[in-house]
């Protein structure tokens, strides 16, 4: 899903630039007074898990996918934190060659802004209905992998919208991408649930949807702490 | 975080991370593949893949599965202490 220089018009990729740059620096004043410092090598582990998961590719039909691991960095720590992790590791891609540099703020957009906020939402959403049935743990591990799912494909959805702007591009290879993004996604949803159930057992402590989490004050959005376990805790009222 | 958590718990992931990505790119495990965004853009809709853009700052080190382990063992260290000194600039300390 990283999309190369030379592919899209620069008009897109400077109006990209300017989305995410602002999403990245409201995700930065929004974590800045928050943030701990006892939580800072948990970012640097977390920032290398999803590039190592990033660089290989496992095949899909006649393409292949990798992880995007947005949804569950956003589960983890935030969708703030999340986007801020996400788009460092799109950063050292870029170096590396894996995306354009110019292209930066629309897969910054696409990988990060976009896929951590939804992928977050719709986690969220899920697990407060799942936590009435199941234990936290599993419930947070059913909800992160369907909602890492359905971001990946809707995620498809919005870059297969950007590339409309690209001569030649149309309804065929639109259909194509979200298409064998439905396909890519089960990869995404497997490998979520592997590796946050490696967090769940190791260190519950960093995820933001579990009790006595050690992240919630850097997870929360809005102020308002609706994907909590004690929001998502049954009223016996 | 303890500095024993940062041994027991932090580095050994990175390890392990560097031992797995160099275990799959050598063993030949990762595809090859176009991923679904080339495959949908060059092969279904026919658009020509642009030449001569940036191709990284690891190009001149060549191509080959050896190179590939290796990118991706900078890759995972550099993208490791980057994060570190990114979030430890926004922390505030006690």
Redesign the interface.
């Known amino acids: 899903m990283h999309v190369g220089d030379g592919i899209v018009p620069l008009w897109l990729l400077l109006v990209m630039y300017v989305v995410s740059g602002a999403m990245l620096v409201l995700s930065a004043r929004r974590i800045r007074a928050r943030f701990d410092d006892r939580l800072v090598p948990y970012m640097g582990v977390l920032a290398a898990v999803i590039y190592a998961a990033q660089y290989v590719n496992f095949p899909v039909s006649v393409s292949s996918g990798h992880l995007i691991g947005a949804t569950m960095i956003a589960v983890m720590v935030g969708p703030y934190a999340g986007a801020l992790i996400m788009a460092l590791v799109l950063f050292v891609q870029v170096l590396g060659g894996d995306g354009g540099i110019l292209t930066y703020g629309l897969n910054t957009f696409n990988m990060a802004v976009f896929s951590c906020f939804v992928g977050w939402a719709l986690s969220a959403y899920l697990y407060r209905v799942l936590a009435q049935r199941l234990t936290e743990e599993r419930a947070v591990l059913v909800a992160t992998s369907v909602a890492s799912y359905v971001t990946t494909v809707a995620a498809a959805l919005v870059l297969g919208i950007e590339l409309f702007t690209v001569p030649g591009f149309g309804i065929v290879p639109f259909t194509a991408i979200v298409g064998i993004h439905a396909l890519i996604g089960i990869g995404e949803a497997v490998l979520t649930f592997v590796i946050l159930l490696y967090f769940v057992r190791a260190r519950p402590n960093l995820i933001s949807f579990l009790s006595g989490n050690e992240v919630s004050e850097i997870a929360q959005v809005g102020g308002a702490p609706w994907a909590t376990p004690e929001a998502a805790a049954p009223t016996t009222s | 975080?303890e500095r024993d958590?940062?041994v027991r718990?932090?580095l050994p992931?990175?390890v392990v991370?560097?031992a797995?990505?160099t275990f799959?790119?050598l063993g030949g495990?990762?595809?090859?593949?176009?991923?679904?965004?080339?495959?949908?853009?060059f092969?279904?809709?026919?658009?020509t893949e642009?030449e001569g853009?940036?191709?990284?700052?690891?190009?001149p080190l060549g191509e080959g599965p050896l190179v590939d382990a290796l990118?991706?063992t900078i890759?995972?260290?550099?993208?490791?202490?980057?994060?570190?000194l990114?979030?430890?600039l926004?922390?505030?300390?006690?």
């Open positions: 975080m958590e940062l718990f932090v992931i990175v991370l560097i797995v990505v799959l790119v495990l990762a595809s090859q593949n176009p991923d679904g965004f080339e495959w949908a853009l092969e279904v809709a026919n658009v642009p853009v940036f191709e990284g700052i690891w190009a990118v991706g890759g995972i260290v550099l993208v490791f202490v980057l994060a570190m990114v979030f430890y926004m922390a505030r300390r006690e």
